[in-house]
């Protein structure tokens, strides 16, 4: 009986031990690791290359906008609406490409990313949204110019960092080009093939255009920028500035759906698979008290993605409008000028037909902490600060540093632990803090195989689990 009991306490004791060294051997093995070198899967990239898929032609006479509900409350507007289930005709496209400050031949003409501006800083304590900041100026090959080598104006030369990630604005000129219209900008790794920016501001003229946009991360690694330019000859259409009116154009369509007496100066839009909801924000900021500034907005049918079309308000002579602003989400667009309502007399709308992908290679983005350079671990990236504005700020921030896909995690955070400003920082004590406060037996893992962030309980756990049920048999 005797020998039965220190064999089975010999046992449970050999038990523990194979816990403990089957926990540490996990841990070890599970280091947290991300390969900043390695081709992830990106069903951005894949589209923005692969050959467009033929959809039947769109009679624009069968074309049905549905119903609408629109809401105001005096500070928002929020637009509700069916989701499309209609397939945008996808226009042909050809693919072009270079590296640095080579220009691009498209049709007759030619396009070249002529420089660039990057910079990024540290948060203040009554950071809101953004804080404007003086760019350093680049070639597209990365040689530093001096700011009286380029006419800029004070606007121009100020980049708008959001307090997570750098900005840039990157410049293009145009040759020989007389109708062009920017459609689309994305900015890739071209390494992992993972998404860099998220949100864009632009402007144009005839010989030029710009884009101002994060670039989300903090390592130096090769960028490929990637604009998606339609140009003419154009086909024009035009249409009254009233409420309900329509411009259709091959392959889609507007609806005039709202005016507003002011800038729209902010909207976001959501979906639960059924309905596309769409909330304008009114009376925001700057725009309080500019009554000389008018907004219209446009419900899209079958949707804004790529849509090679372009917006002009007219007054009574036929002179375009100076713009204010704009934007577009899926089914919404808005178009904003500097001139009251009444003094919009037409809507035209520009349709350009050829369709290019233009594709830059820059060699890195330009100003990042030099700590970083050579990186092999996107875990061990040193952030020199980043502002988190909320739990899904948190978290989303933490899977672009580390290129990787995470579902979202069920974490309960104390009460005004956001918004939160860290400094110095890598993506490993992210990970470290958030798995303190999943709640035991619970840990973080990383799957490579997957390329994802995942919760699962640890074996040594499972074990005991196991053992204690053993006893109690």
């Known amino acids: 009986m005797r020998f039965r009991r220190v064999a089975g306490a010999f046992l449970v004791i050999l038990l523990v031990i194979a816990a403990a060294t089957g926990y540490w051997i996990y841990r070890q093995g599970n280091a947290f690791f991300s390969d900043p070198a390695l081709a992830r899967t990106n069903s951005a990239y894949e589209q923005a290359f692969a050959s467009p898929v033929k959809q039947p032609a769109i009679a624009t006479n069968s074309i049905a906008f549905g119903e609408m509900i629109i809401e105001t409350n005096g500070t ?8 499309s289930a209609v397939k945008k005709a996808e226009l042909p496209f050809t693919v072009h490409r270079t590296t640095g400050t080579s220009a691009l031949a498209i049709g007759d003409g030619t396009i070249r990313l002529a420089y660039l501006l990057s910079g990024w800083a540290a948060p203040l304590t009554n950071f ?3 804080v404007r900041i003086p760019g350093k100026i680049y070639t597209a090959d990365l040689r530093p110019m001096n700011s009286n080598e380029i006419t800029l104006n004070e606007w121009e030369r100020a980049l708008e960092p959001r307090g997570d990630f750098p900005a840039a ?3 293009f000129q145009i040759r020989n080009i007389p109708e062009y219209n920017l459609v689309r900008f994305q900015v890739f790794d071209e390494r992992t093939k993972r998404s860099l920016n998220s949100g864009t501001s632009s402007s144009r003229s005839t010989d030029s255009y710009w884009v101002e946009s994060d670039i989300r991360l903090w390592h130096q690694t090769p960028i490929e920028v990637v604009s998606t330019v339609a140009i003419g000859p154009t086909e024009v259409f035009e249409c009254k500035p009233e409420p309900g009116s329509e411009l259709r154009f091959p392959g889609g369509a507007l609806k005039l759906i709202y005016i507003v007496p002011q800038r729209i100066n902010g909207w976001g839009s959501s979906s639960d698979g059924k309905t596309n909801t769409a909330t304008l924000y009114l009376n925001r900021g700057e725009v309080v008290g500019h009554t000389n500034e008018s907004s219209f907005v446009f419900s899209v049918w079958p949707g804004m993605t790529e849509m090679p079309i372009q917006l002009e308000l007219l007054d009574e002579s036929g002179k375009k409008l100076d713009d204010s602003g704009g934007g577009s989400s899926d089914q919404i667009l808005i178009s904003s000028v500097f001139e009251k309502v009444d003094h919009v007399k037409t809507i035209r709308l520009k349709y350009y037909p050829h369709l290019y992908r233009l594709v830059w290679t820059i060699p ?5 902490p030099e700590e970083n350079r050579n990186l092999k671990n996107l875990f061990d990236v040193r952030v020199p600060y980043m502002r988190f504005r909320s739990e899904w700020d ?16 069920a974490i309960t955070y104390p009460n005004g632990y956001f918004p939160l400003t860290r400094t110095n920082f890598t993506p490993r004590e992210l990970l470290v803090d958030m798995e303190s406060k999943l709640g035991k037996p619970l840990q ?5 195989e997957k390329n994802k962030i995942e919760i699962r309980r640890p074996p040594w756990e499972i074990l005991l689990e196991k053992i204690k049920k053993m006893f109690k048999k």
């Open 76 to 83: 928002q507007i929020v637009i509700r609406m069916a989701e």
């Open 128 to 130: 809101d949204y953004g």
């Open 169 to 171: 604005k990157l410049f």
């Open 364 to 368: 890195e983005l330009p100003g990042l």
């Open 394 to 409: 948190y978290q989303e921030n933490l899977k672009q540093l580390v290129a990787m896909d995470m579902d979202p995690l």
């Open 444 to 448: 973080l893992s990383v799957n490579s």
